[in-house]
């Protein structure tokens, strides 16, 4: 199950008293990426390889995810960011710039605010964050939001279907299905079926209320390094510029024609280029 992409390593680093799972690749300017829900660092292999050609680029699995530890707590955003920093440290990337689509964009925002003498550059990819002014009346339309905050039912019910429902909640965000991929969905669900992993995954969900106080907090003393918000044009796109404003002040971005959540599955080529240019803007 043991997913490797060509001219990149693959090493369990120790940060923040666990075992984060770090593929790396490159060279040039740091950059982090952070994956989502229900994926791994898998998400970003059609993008790491482009990057690679100008960048020193660090894919990890989340804390409960993939080959990474999955403990008992620690599933709120800023420990989530803490891990993804000191993994960064421990590797030798003292400033970097940190990339996250989804959930890992909610540890891209923790990350840049509390680790803001190292973030240089910030990116967030169509995710609803906590904090954000609309965030409640947003995540009260998503009906996996309160079905994973659920204690136990989740997993319980995952249990021996993660492929069928993987691949089900995946295919309902895609807006271009000629790059629905069934193996990657196979990685994703055998990496969910992982003991512990399912219920790593549900814990992201079940610290939201804390990591929505946490972000307000975070909004009193707004970002100063350059900020790229961008999402597909059939997800949240047209809300993700005005969405990080409320957190920065040189917010950048917009959204990816054609394209829905899954943005890097989709149109990696895209999320490459505004990468690299965020980089080379400055």
Known sequence: MIATLKGFAQQL??????????????SGPSILLVHGWPE?????????????????VVAIDLRGAGFSDCPLDGYDKATLA????ETMVALGHERYAVCGHDVGGMVALAQA?????????????????????????TIARLWHFGFHKNRDLPERL??????DYVSAFMAERFYDHSVFDPANIEIYAKA????GRTRGGMEWYRTLDADHAAALEYK???????????????????HMVPMLKEFATHVTGGS????????????????????IGLLRAD
């Not at 120790?14 to 075992?19: D, L, M, P």
């Not at 969910?192 to 003991?195: E, F, G, K, V, W």
Request: glycine share 8%; hydrophobic share 45%.
């Open 13 to 26: 680093t120790s940060a923040n008293g666990v075992k984060i799972n770090a593929v790396t690749g490159g």
């Open 40 to 56: 791994t660092w898998w998400e970003w292999h059609g993008v790491m390889p482009l990057l690679a050609e100008h960048l020193s």
């Open 82 to 85: 803490r891990d993804a920093h």
């Open 113 to 137: 605010a509390n680790y803001r003498e190292a973030v240089t550059h910030l990116a967030v990819l169509d995710v609803p964050l906590p904090g954000w002014s609309a965030w409640e009346e």
């Open 158 to 163: 995952i249990h021996g279907r993660e492929y």
């Open 192 to 195: 969910m079926a992982l003991p």
């Open 220 to 238: 009193k003393q707004p970002l100063d390094m350059p900020v790229l918000a961008l999402g597909g044009d059939q997800r949240f796109g047209p």
């Open 256 to 275: 990816i024609a054609n394209c829905s959540h899954y943005v890097a599955d989709e149109r990696p080529h895209d999320v490459a280029a505004a990468l």
